[in-house]
Each structure stands twice: as structure tokens, then as C-alpha cells.
């Protein structure tokens, strides 16, 4: 029972913020939600944005890491722990401190303020964690169904498509959730890579809805930015939790 009282407190301790902005994007009806549908761009152009980042983030992700996943796992060459640990090392290095110089290289290649540069720097950050996720996701799964697929025809591409990717599913699902939800809710990186108001992504545009004449704040259209920013999350983690938890619980237990 004790338990029970606990994980209630705590659901209610967590959900009251979001249920209390909830109700304050309501106050006085759907105007603030219309005054937000008519700032600057309009919330369309900075909804589909972080939508195409967030699609391309998470596809970009998944790939790298299935394929860097596969090969760190099933693959003998020389370096590979190295390279392992290097890619690991990303977590070390300061978010901040590198988005200038990454500014100044997405010049050199032709995707300054792009949401295509934009993509590869959040692909980039994600690589630690969803590379040591799919390795270990892969290492779980015995040679031996890899091995008899090869012996039934498969060659190594279509045994990796058909039947590896599909036992690893939860970990993929997890590395796209946590993909996901970096891109979506980013502010700084948007704020830094973008400097053209038409490609900015939804968490800068939200910020910039705060003010109002003479600085004030509008608390409404605020909390109406931050419902249409959290309920897609919402969303994805109530219909993936379980896959999410599984995938999750694999990697770790492997580490």
C-alpha cells in the first residue's frame, strides 16, 4: 500500500506542472493558442521545421548507429575498442563549446543555417549513447541465428535487414525516442545554427513569444507553445513505453 502511496505522490508531483500549463494555455478560451498560430512565421512553419529536424535526426541516428552498432559488435579490425572509446569521448566535451566551431564548418560545406546542418550536429551528439546502445543490443543476439540464416540463403545484408535489425528492434525504438526528444526540445543548438527566422525550429520560436511590449511576459501564449511542444512527447513515450523500456533495460544490462 505504502508503495502504491508513493508512486501516486510522485505521478501527481511530475504531472502537476504539465497539467497546471495545461489549463493556463486555456485560460480565455483558444486565444492564446490563436495569437500563437499568428506569431511571427506563424506555428505552422516553426512546427513543420522541428518536425523535419526531428525526422531527419532520428533517421540519421538509427542508420549510423545500426550500422556502427553491427560492426562494433560482430567485427574484428584494428583500432576498434579505440574508436569505440573516441566516439564514447563525445560525452566529454561541453555541448556549448563546440557549436561555433561546428557553425563555422557547416559554412565550409555549404549547410550554414540549414536544417540539414542542423540534423548532422544533433546526429553527431546522439552517436555516443545510441552506438553503445545498439552494440551491446547486438552482441545480445546469439551468432548462431545470424549464422543460420546465412546457411538458408541469406546473404550478409539481407540476414542483417530481415533478421538482426528486426531482433533489435526496442533498442532502435529506444535510441529514436531519445533521438527524438533531443532535437524536438533543443533550444541552444537551433539558436546558435540558425540565424534566419523562417528556419527556426519550435523551441526558439516559443522563447521569443515571451515578450511582449516593454519586456512582459505572456504567460498564455507561453504555456500554449509549451502544450504543442509536449504533447507529441507525450504521445510517442505513451505508445513506445514498453519497447522503450525493454531496449533500454538490454543495453544496460550489457554494459
Same mark, same amino acid.
Given at each position: 500500500m505504502?508503495?502504491?502511496?508513493?508512486?501516486? +505522490?510522485? *505521478? &501527481?508531483?511530475?504531472?502537476?506542472?504539465?497539467?497546471? !500549463?495545461?489549463? =493556463? !494555455?486555456?485560460?480565455?478560451?483558444?486565444?492564446?493558442? *490563436?495569437?500563437?498560430?499568428r506569431f511571427g512565421e506563424? /506555428?505552422?512553419?516553426?512546427?513543420?521545421? !522541428? &518536425?523535419? $529536424?526531428? /525526422?531527419?535526426? &532520428? @533517421?540519421?541516428?538509427?542508420? $549510423?548507429? +545500426?550500422? #556502427? #552498432?553491427? +560492426?562494433?559488435?560482430?567485427f574484428d579490425f584494428p583500432g576498434k575498442n579505440l574508436l569505440f572509446l573516441v566516439t564514447l569521448a563525445i560525452l566529454m566535451v561541453p555541448y556549448a563549446t563546440i557549436l561555433i566551431p561546428l557553425y563555422v564548418l557547416l559554412g565550409y560545406i555549404g549547410l550554414q543555417n540549414s536544417l540539414v546542418g542542423l540534423s548532422l550536429v544533433f546526429v553527431m551528439f546522439q552517436l555516443p549513447f545510441a552506438l553503445f546502445m545498439m552494440r551491446n543490443a547486438f552482441e545480445a543476439i546469439p551468432r548462431e541465428l545470424e549464422e543460420a540464416a546465412l546457411v538458408d540463403g541469406c546473404g550478409t545484408f539481407r540476414a542483417f535487414v530481415r533478421i538482426l535489425l528486426q531482433a533489435v528492434r526496442p533498442a532502435l525504438i529506444t535510441v529514436g525516442l531519445f533521438a527524438f526528444l533531443a532535437s524536438w526540445n533543443? %533550444? %541552444?543548438?537551433?539558436?546558435?545554427?540558425?540565424?534566419?527566422?523562417? =528556419? %527556426? @525550429?519550435?523551441? /526558439?520560436?516559443?522563447? =521569443?513569444?515571451?515578450?511582449?511590449?516593454?519586456? +512582459?511576459i505572456d504567460y498564455g501564449m507561453l504555456q500554449a507553445g509549451v502544450m504543442v511542444m509536449a504533447v507529441p512527447c507525450l504521445i510517442l513515450f505513451i505508445v513506445l513505453q514498453r519497447h522503450y523500456v525493454r531496449g533500454f533495460m538490454s543495453g544496460a544490462l550489457r554494459g
Open positions: 505504502r508503495y502504491y502511496t508513493t508512486l501516486s +505522490a510522485l *505521478a &501527481v508531483l511530475f504531472l502537476f506542472p504539465l497539467l497546471w !500549463s495545461g489549463w =493556463s !494555455s486555456f485560460d480565455g478560451g483558444l486565444e492564446n493558442y *490563436a495569437e500563437m498560430a506563424g /506555428v505552422g512553419t516553426y512546427l513543420t521545421n !522541428s &518536425v523535419l $529536424v526531428s /525526422v531527419m535526426t &532520428v @533517421t540519421g541516428t538509427l542508420i $549510423v548507429s +545500426a550500422l #556502427g #552498432g553491427y +560492426a562494433f559488435a560482430r533543443d %533550444f %541552444f543548438a537551433p539558436l546558435i545554427l540558425l540565424n534566419d527566422g523562417e =528556419s %527556426f @525550429t519550435l523551441p /526558439v520560436a516559443v522563447v =521569443s513569444m515571451t515578450q511582449r511590449t516593454f519586456g +512582459a
